[in-house]
């Protein structure tokens, strides 16, 4: 089962509503959900919550140590309560999944995520659990850094929102360790079809008036 859920992000209320921090808004969003508060505690190196649920301590993570040392808080924390990399579902940004749209995976490359970066130096292994959220890609590598350190367009944040609402009722198979269950509540999770408003019908023109036809000339007696 997860044991831990870490949510990526930047500290600073500067960062609160970037794409880099789509990883703090689903944490933010189970905690709600779960009644959790989330306290700083330094030990841990950032804002942590913990809960009960079917007998099993479960805990809530978002690193304050700025994203590329996002490890050193997911490690001591791990390690202190002896929790596996395989029970860990850490959740972040995702350049390469369209606004609205999420993934799930264990194990694997950081593909250059910074925060996924530290964590595999930090655990020494990649074998842990990621629900990657879409915010989309600027379209050129040279732009990527800007990008994720911008806030996303209102409909592309509402899109991001909506997902996290959806890939929540994911959370009592992650409980409870029915991941092959979990994967496929997050992967068929589409985002709803936008609506389109119909283009309004183009007015008529009137009809031409009819050209009165002239009288005959009267005839001369």
């Known amino acids: 089962m997860i044991k831990l859920f870490v949510g990526l992000g930047n500290p600073g209320p500067e960062y609160d509503a970037t794409r ?40 809530l993570l978002e690193p304050q140590t700025f994203m590329n040392v996002s490890g050193k808080s997911v490690a001591a924390l791990a390690r202190f309560f002896k929790i596996a990399p395989s029970e860990i579902l850490v959740i ?80 009592p198979a992650f409980l409870a360790g029915e991941m092959d269950k979990a994967t496929l509540l997050v992967h068929t999770s589409k985002p709803p079809r936008p609506h389109v408003p119909k283009a309004p019908r183009p007015a008529q023109a009137p009809a031409a008036a009819a050209t009165p036809e002239p009288a005959p000339p009267k005839e001369t007696p």
């Not at 989330?38 to 805990?59: A, E, I, P, S």
């Not at 509402?158 to 929540?168: G, N, P, S, V, Y």
């Open 92 to 171: 972040h940004d995702e350049l390469d999944i369209a606004p609205g749209q999420a993934k799930l995976k264990r194990g694997g490359s950081h593909a250059g995520h910074n925060g996924l970066r530290d964590i595999h130096a930090q655990l020494g292994t990649d074998d842990y659990w990621r629900l990657r959220l879409g915010v989309g890609h600027p379209g050129s590598k040279a732009e990527v850094v800007s990008w994720v350190l911008k806030k996303p367009i209102l409909d592309d944040r509402i899109a991001i929102e909506q997902c996290i609402d959806r890939t929540l009722k994911a959370v």
């Open 20 to 59: 880099h921090n789509a990883g703090f808004w689903w944490v933010d969003a189970l905690a709600r959900e779960l009644k959790v508060p989330l306290n700083m505690d330094k030990g841990y190196h950032g804002l942590v919550g913990r809960t009960t649920l079917h007998g099993q301590t479960v805990w």
